[in-house]
């Protein structure tokens, strides 16, 4: 899908963990509908190598780098998307941790860096972002990316699982607090997305891929346009009217994984 070239025009998106896998995927489509971009991440040769992409591809983007761990750390990204652009429209918490683990094996340490990073991290961005959120035009848009998973349980990634969940709570929160200030908060949900680390690392170096291409009802992976496109969809004024919607983009796995219809004889 190709969303006109001027869908988010005007509007300044922050986005975090946006060198790379979904995030840039993002990153790469608003460019495309002519928002203003600040990419945050740790790794600043990432950041550089996906501004000078963007830019050859006609966007504008700056990067910071940044450990969504530390609040201040957060809050210089806000303050430098403010200063730079006069305003913050968009805050994509993207930047997340993960690896498998069973939880009987886990490290407190283990457990407390995904938390640290997910659940926190998504936290600390909606605080940052929260005063320039509420004074944008457009109205604020808060996105923070979760999982189905974090409603089913998530074996071998009780750490992402439950920070997810955390997520989906806190968006709710967040909708009822902050929807009288205009601002849009929602969460989307990828499923297993074959363009990213995550999915190579998790499902095929385990040795897992068949398994769970099975349980995906259009029989493949997605691709990081695919979320990208949901995002942009609730950033623009198509999107105006969502607020406290977990957006599934999945291929039906969630469904796929429903017990299945059994025959009665004689029914």
Known sequence: MTFSK????????IITGGGSGIGFGIAKAFA?????????????????GAVEEITEMGGEAIAVQADVRDYDSVARVVQTA???????????????????VPA?????????????????????????????????EFGGRFIAISTTRALEGWPGCAHAGAAKAGIMSLIRTLTGEWGK???RCNTIAPGAIGDTEGVKRIYEDAGRKANELSSIPLG?????????????FLCSDAGAYVA????????GRNRGRASPIVSVPGK
């Not at 988010?8 to 998106?13: I, Q, S, T």
């Not at 495309?32 to 550089?48: D, I």
């Not at 406290?244 to 291929?251: E, S, T």
């Open 6 to 13: 001027d869908a988010l025009a005007g509007r300044v998106a």
């Open 32 to 48: 495309s509908a002519s928002a203003k971009l600040v990419l945050a991440s740790r790794n600043e040769e990432r950041l550089q």
């Open 82 to 100: 403010v200063e730079t652009y006069g305003g913050v429209d968009v805050m994509i918490a993207n930047a997340a941790g993960n690896f498998v």
């Open 104 to 136: 009987a094996d886990m490290s407190p340490n283990a457990w407390k860096t995904v938390i640290d990073i997910d659940l926190n991290g998504t936290f600390y961005c909606a605080r940052a972002a929260y005063p320039a959120l509420k004074e944008s």
């Open 181 to 183: 200030d205009g601002i």
């Open 220 to 232: 493949e992976f997605g691709k990081t346009t695919d979320i990208a496109n949901a995002a942009v």
């Open 244 to 251: 406290g919607a977990d957006l599934v983009v999945d291929g």
